[in-house]
């Protein structure tokens, strides 16, 4: 039986929604790995299924979490899609680092695509992404990358086109400021329990640890009470500098291998 694994890092659930829809697009038998809580076992996958591997981008780069969990995801020339997801600014290495990763963990890239969601930290920004005409592109690429799979053998030589990026990647940066609850905090604990990094004390939970927050957002989208988000005068200023500048639209851009 072949099997379409759906393995993604996802805080605030975009990559989780786009990785969905590919997988759904397919009409096989899905098997789900979130990695965002982290990945504690290996997993070896054999030649015979198919991996999507799903990221969001963080200043152009594939999140070290996702990093550290992929490592411990193995293929035997396994093939792979591959897919990050953005803010509307731009995936800069993000993909080419997925591409070099998979490849490490003994995958076949035979696709890849960079596809665009409201962005996490700026939410002014790609509001209402995927669209409908984003979900159209995602249905195209999901059917394409499917068809590539039905015809994929271990035993040929498979070349994605140039992936966009640099190597060198791009030094990975964070702005000054994080996420922290307002008074509309129950003191629930949810984002205590959710965050990836435990940034957030259980004994004050309206609190961040700056030094251990990635800045994923999945806090301020899984708060029952809307309480997190990002506040402050310094992430003000960049927020009123940095939407305008991302106003233009961004189409989602896709690599297929040639079969």
Known sequence: MKNIHLIYFSPSLSTRKIIRKIGKEMGA??????????????????????????????????????????????????PAVLVCVYGNRNYDDALLELKDISEANGFVPIAAGAFIARH???????????????KQEIQKFAQECFRLYQSYDKNKQYSLPDVKGNYPYR???????????????????????????????????????MDLC??????????????RAFRGELYETVKAKFAPLMAARKEPEVYMCKI
């Not at 015979?48 to 780069?61: E, M, N, Q, S, W």
């Not at 939410?123 to 005409?133: L, T």
């Not at 984002?191 to 004390?201: E, L």
């Open 29 to 78: 038998t899905v098997r789900e790995h979130d990695v965002t809580m982290g990945f504690p076992d290996t997993l070896n996958i054999e030649s015979h299924d198919l991996v999507i591997f799903g990221i969001p981008v963080y200043a152009g780069r594939v999140p070290q979490l996702a990093v550290n969990a992929f490592e411990k995801i193995k293929g035997d020339k396994t």
């Open 120 to 134: 996490s930290i700026f939410s002014d920004v790609a509001v209402g992404r995927p669209d409908k005409e984003d």
């Open 171 to 209: 030094e990975p940066t964070q702005g000054g400021y994080v996420p922290t609850g307002d008074d509309r905090c129950d003191d629930c604990g949810t984002c205590v329990s959710q965050c990836p990094t435990s940034a957030i004390p259980r004994s004050n939970p309206k609190v961040t640890n």
């Open 214 to 227: 990635i800045r994923c957002a999945r806090c301020i989208t899984l708060c029952p009470e809307h309480s």
